[in-house]
């Protein structure tokens, strides 16, 4: 038996011979094993690169370097970064299926109610859209298709464990990238202002049931509602904010932020010292997203745009209004090297 082992030439002992000994020299000589790894790290990391470039645009280098030069002077004690929540802070694609919005994803109780909202969009949408309409009477129209929503969201009696329930069967994530995004910033006391023309409540079940945390420096400029004491909601807080109107103006529309309980969410910073950051990092997915910073006196912005689809259609535009674009629903993480390149600096 032993003999047969030893003197056999079946493809199974060869191999088995071969992995001795290539273990044996291996062991003798280390440096190969390090120079391997080496190799195949710098490969990983090169690809990354690779894949970060791809999904990168910069139409101009320079202006973009010259404004990253007058932040990074001042430093974070300047700065605020403003976001978009839709599309921007959440993936555009889930598991290969177009992941759900804020606002489409509210079921109330009610799915008679759902169905007159649908009914709603489908009449307001097209005129949101139409470019003949001027912004005058395109504002009204919006003022007047926000309203006839809150009042049915009142009128079907929604409560807060109808956005629970709607925000946990959603089909909704955040990019990779914006927890950490978020967490440097905290560290560096730099206000982040989600602007939506959605709901605050609904936004903010989003971020503790998919992020299950919350952040002292990030602050959600959008309708808030009340509810009764058994959970309904009875009205709206503040002035309604639209998709024509969420801008820092909307600072001073907006009901002040409390959570749940009623208490603040801790912001340091309040309006008015938010308004003295005048460098500004804007994230958005639309170009009508640039007009976040409406009503800020800002020395310097960078615009940050997600073209996350008709990429061909669309680049163009995007690429002359956004000083970086970020392609195919791309993680945050290029974003997050921008402003830690802006934060490790001189006024720091
Ligand atoms: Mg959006």
């Known amino acids: ?123 307001y949408h097209p005129l949101e859209i139409c470019p003949t309409i001027s912004i005058e009477e395109k504002t009204k129209l919006m003022e007047e298709w926000w309203e006839k929503s809150h009042a049915l969201l009142i009128e079907g009696g929604l409560t807060y464990s109808a956005i629970k329930m709607s925000v946990s069967n959603a089909l909704i994530a955040f990019r990779e990238g914006v927890v950490e995004l978020f967490e440097y910033l905290e560290e560096r006391d730099v206000p982040v202002l989600i602007f939506s023309a959605g709901l605050a409540d609904i936004i903010e079940e989003v971020l503790k049931q998919k992020l299950h945390r919350s952040f002292k420096n990030v602050k959600i400029i959008s309708n808030r509602m009340t509810f009764d004491t058994d959970g309904r909601l009875v009205s709206f807080k503040g002035k309604t904010i639209h998709v ?12 002040p932020i409390h959570d749940q309980s009623g208490v603040s969410n ?38 940050v745009g997600f073209l996350n689809d008709n990429i061909d259609k669309s680049l163009a535009s995007y690429q002359k209004a956004f000083d970086v674009v970020y392609l195919n629903d791309a993680p945050m993480w290029g974003v997050l090297d921008l402003v830690s390149d802006l934060c490790s600096s001189r006024g720091d």
């Open 266 to 303: 801790g912001l340091t910073d309040d309006n008015a010292s938010v308004k003295t950051r005048t460098n500004v990092i804007l994230l958005g997915d639309h170009i009508g997203d640039l007009g976040m910073s409406d009503g800020l006196k800002y020395e310097n912005r960078i615009a």
């Open 244 to 255: 024509l109107n969420k801008n820092e103006h909307a600072l001073d529309m907006a009901a």
């Open 1 to 123: 038996m032993s003999y047969r082992l030893l003197h056999t030439t079946s493809p199974f002992v060869i191999k088995t011979r071969f992995r001795f000994r290539l273990v044996g020299w291996l062991v003798k000589n280390p440096a190969f094993i390090r120079v391997w790894c080496c190799k195949n790290c710098y490969r990983t990391a090169a690809r990354i690169e690779m894949a970060k470039a791809d999904s990168l645009v910069i139409l101009d280098k320079d202006s973009l370097e010259k404004k990253k030069t007058a932040i990074c002077n001042t430093g974070s004690k300047k700065l605020q970064v403003i976001a978009d929540f839709d599309a921007t802070l959440t993936r555009y694609w889930i598991n290969g299926q177009r992941g759900q919005t804020s606002h489409g994803l509210l079921q109330q109780e009610n799915p008679e109610y759902d169905d007159k909202r649908q009914k709603l969009y489908e009449y």
